[in-house]
């Protein structure tokens, strides 16, 4: 299994009056290490839309076990969890500086056509791509 790694830059603004990051913006870095790992497996969303297709989030969760503050180190750890040719399920950990898990989410992706939003096939859609996913995800 492949797991992609990127640093997450919190922000003053990304807290709320606890002091803690606000929970929402945990979608902010889920997205954050998505796109990392597409990169790191030399594919890009934006060359998916410009062949005609959007990836959509079809549903989303995350479990809150620990606080991020500002002026916390913290990273995202992504990895495709699932992919069964229809949807593909990423994994998702929020760990701080010290590799606590702080956060652990899934967010499930459809492939739809950008002029009508029908859902199509992701291995038939990007063949490679789905591949390589296969190669990759979670055993």
């Not at 797991?3 to 990304?14: G, K, M, P, V, W």
């Not at 002029?115 to 859609?125: G, I, Q, V």
Request: aromatic share 16%; hydrophobic share 35%; with cysteine.
């Amino acid at each position: 299994m492949y797991i992609s790694t990127r640093e997450i830059q919190i922000l003053y603004a990304d807290t709320d009056m606890m002091g803690v990051i606000y929970h929402a913006n945990y979608l902010k870095y889920f997205e954050l290490g998505r796109g990392g790992l597409v990169e790191d497996v030399g594919y890009s969303y934006i060359e998916m839309e410009e062949s005609g297709y959007f990836a959509p989030v079809y549903d989303v969760t995350a479990t809150y076990k620990k606080p991020v503050r500002y002026g916390d180190k913290a990273f995202v750890r992504t990895w495709v969890e699932k992919n069964d040719g229809i949807k593909t399920i990423y994994g998702y950990q929020i760990v701080n500086g010290e590799d606590e898990v702080c956060v652990e989410g899934t967010t499930t992706h459809i492939i739809v056509k950008k002029e009508t939003f029908k859902p199509t096939a992701f291995k038939k859609a990007f063949p490679d791509w789905f591949q390589k996913y296969e190669e990759i995800k979670k055993k």
